[in-house]
């Protein structure tokens, strides 16, 4: 008895409470979050477990995350943003650029990745050193080849813009602005970035069949790529050593992250999908053509590093022939409704043609 | 113009009389709201609550740590100054006989800041320990952006590589081999073996249990002596070792001292 008069009460109590609120006005808008969901493709598998555990998924945070990501103001001199890196028409890396650039005429270290299906990745960074897709962004905006920027400024920036406020009110219930708001905004948006609409997924969905030559080609990569790059994400997220030569950065990978030089040398092995349109390749993106890099595994592999993927120890035998299928079948891997689709594109603006990059 | 205004004056009467039934509303059912809670509180007096307050005092020699300020010489000799100082204390345990309240929470002690003490509401009575973790637990390590003391605003996060520092100290030494003589000491890892959140545990039981009294505050001086910090389980020496700041073997090698580094120096009631 005496819990029900308590939770009638209560109940009394947060209705009230409600009604107040609706009536208040803090002049940052309405607060009504529409749920969004994340679309998972028949046939993948489940994305990581805690991406959006605590991260409730609404249009509005979406589209906060988007202007934050096309906002040039979280970068030091107002110029970078997220998107000069990550290129829409290039699958969200940066178009026809080994590495990429930051603020004051500076040059990354390591070649932008494709941003797209990265709620399949537990791992982030060619080194896996991001261990959550939300705190992923810490790193590019306080990298002083990058965005330059400090965190502290990010915030103080965006909070001095109206239009913030209210985003973030609508979003989050009120106009609170802090890092941690901003970072899972930007998640809602980069993490919710699906690509699978390419040929080769409509030919998996019984809507176009390959061609004879991409269907050889498919059967090369089955038989010569796919345990490193597993369907249907191609990738298995792992960690390899490829063959490459250390570079002028000293960049020994994986190692960094772990401390162990049997990761020394090691990559996360990158998606093939939109391959077509991320070039130049590898992590600091020293070879420039999808043939060039087959030509690396074929003939370039150095093989005498300790590290080195016990896969590719005889290098990857492949005639010309099955070379030219295989370039052909990735090709099919291409999503165009992807890159143009104009949800992921700046709310204000359109898609830059990559003829008219600034860059 | 007239009527735009008369309209913002209804617009305002609009607003007044909303927010005044409002408070009405609210206080009267605030009220009934007390009562009722009170009804509870007749059936079981417990949920009277009191407050534990933990204050880390920061020593080195005997002396407070007092930041560009003070010169301290560590077990070896080494004269060296702190020109920062901050830790992360979570994951508080309060026992009382076998049983332990788990008060969670997460800290950030800062020199600079004068962030030196936390506190947690408590049911009163005897408790016989008091638990906490140095550092952030591995969980807290890898899920998300954080806010509050976790912010990584607070520079204790590692950008390219997730985790937080979990004790940072930085300061000057003649010993060190570093640029600028620079003592950097960023210890952290959450990962497997390279965990250095450390427990520290102090037990009350044969002594004076820890009371906590309803509506007081029971006070706890920890004193953090970092003349432990370079000695104790191993040793550090600033000559060896002025920089570290990744996990891995030298900040396991430092976290290795954590747990000598709290001692309660005294426990007051104040009512």
Known sequence: MKIKIIISVMLFFITSLFIIGATTDDGYGPYDPQPITLEIPSGWPKPSTNIFANNKLTEQGFQLGKKLFYDGRLSKDGEVSCASCHQQF??????????????HNTFSTRNAPGLFN???????????????????????????????ETLDSVIFKIKKDTTYKRMFKAAFGDATINSQRMLKAIAQFTGTLVSANSKYDKVKRGEAAFTPFEEKGYEVFKAKCASCHKEPLFTDNSYRNNGLALNRFFDIGRQRITQLSSDSLKFKVPSLRNAQLTFPYMHDGRIYSIPQVIDHYRTGIITDQPTLDPLLQNRIPMTNLEKNQLVYFIYTLTDSSFTKNTRYAPSNGSITDPGFDKH | MEEKRSGIMNKNIFYKRTFVTGCILLAGITSLFITASFSVIDKNSSAKTGTLKIIFRNTANGKPVILRDSLYNNYFGEQYSISKLKYYISNITMGNNGSSNDMGGYYLMNVATGDSSLELTLEPGNYNSLGFLLGVDSLRNCNGAQTGALDPMNDMFWTWNSGYVMFKMEGNSPASTSDLQRIEHHVGGYKGSNNVATKIHFNFTGTVPLEIIANSTTEILVE??????WHGSTDIKIS??????????????????????????????IP
């Open chain 1, 90 to 103: 290039a699958a969200f890396a940066t178009f026809d650029h080994d590495l990429s650039h930051g603020v």
């Open chain 1, 118 to 148: 990265l709620a399949w990745m537990t791992e982030l960074h060619w080194d896996g050193g991001i261990n959550h897709i939300e705190v992923q962004p810490l790193f590019p905006l306080t990298a002083l080849n990058e965005m330059g």
């Open chain 2, 224 to 229: 953090t002596n970092l003349d432990n910090y």
């Open chain 2, 240 to 269: 060896e070792l002025p920089v570290c700041t990744i996990a891995g073997e030298l900040a396991k090698k430092i976290a290795l001292n954590f747990k000598n580094l709290f001692s309660i120096k005294n426990i007051r009631i």
